[in-house]
T-cell receptor
Framework: TQLLEQSPQFLSIQEGENLTVYCNSS?????LQWYRQEPGEGPVLLVT?????EVKKLKRLTFQFGDARKDSSLHITAAQTGDTGLYLC????????????FGRGTSLIVHP | KAGVTQTPRYLIKTRGQQVTLSCSPI?????VSWYQQTPGQGLQFLFE???????NKGNFPGRFSGRQFSNSRSEMNVSTLELGDSALYLC????????????FGQGTRLTVV
């Protein structure tokens, strides 16, 4: 059983569309991170959220941490082909070590 | 500022052999973590080294080992390779440990045949 469940697993959309990716768990996290990984590359950190209910924006990307710190979402507005990649969420369990647990990722393809 | 460098980028090995992967962290970073990434399991934590000491360890068999040198460069070794060890092995460096931002290398793609 995966500690962090990401959905959807795959997403194929047209440029200009909006999308939301989810990261859910039954466990509480002290922090949660979102990464984007492009083919042939390692993951690159997009954002870290630490406070329940927190919302962070990075240009067209909006990240939200659930009030109970058990889930998170990533919303992309007006997707571009450059947004194509694997989106990974990673959480650090509250009261645990700093070792992050990763979800399996959402593979996003944005078509021109 | 140079990023995290992993060598080699690609490797093909035969079952039963052993392999050593190398990771050079960002200059000044003292923590190096290793991860295994597969389509089925995603990214799984192997171990973390900080100032030449293993500080954290994931749930992998003893065939997986590592070390860190005084210049913070790290190596990971897998002995008696199995087909299931085929994966992308990623290392990440951070300034002071896993509670600080991690920067990943491009990974080493290991194929066991």
């Amino acid at each position: 059983t995966q500690l962090l469940e990401q959905s959807p697993q795959f997403l194929s959309i047209q440029e200009g569309e909006n999308l939301t990716v989810y990261c859910n768990s039954s466990s509480v996290f002290s922090s949660l991170q979102w990464y984007r990984q492009e083919p042939g590359e390692g993951p690159v950190l997009l954002v870290t959220v630490v406070t329940g209910g927190e919302v962070k924006k990075l240009k067209r990307l909006t990240f939200q941490f659930g009030d109970a710190r058990k889930d998170s979402s990533l919303h992309i507005t007006a997707a571009q082909t450059g947004d194509t990649g694997l989106y990974l969420c990673a959480g650090v369990l509250a009261g645990g070590s700093y070792i992050p647990t990763f979800g399996r990722g959402t593979s996003l393809i944005v078509h021109p | 500022k140079a990023g995290v460098t992993q060598t080699p980028r690609y490797l093909i090995k035969t079952r039963g052999q052993q392999v050593t992967l190398s990771c050079s962290p960002i200059s000044g970073h003292r923590s190096v973590s290793w991860y295994q990434q597969t389509p089925g399991q995603g990214l799984q934590f192997l171990f973390e080294y900080f100032s030449e000491t293993q500080r954290n360890k994931g749930n992998f068999p003893g065939r997986f080992s590592g070390r860190q040198f005084s210049n913070s460069r790290s190596e990971m070794n897998v002995s008696t390779l199995e087909l299931g060890d085929s994966a992308l092995y990623l290392c990440a460096s951070s300034l002071a440990g896993m509670n600080t931002e991690a920067f990943f290398g491009q990974g080493t793609r290991l194929t066991v045949v």
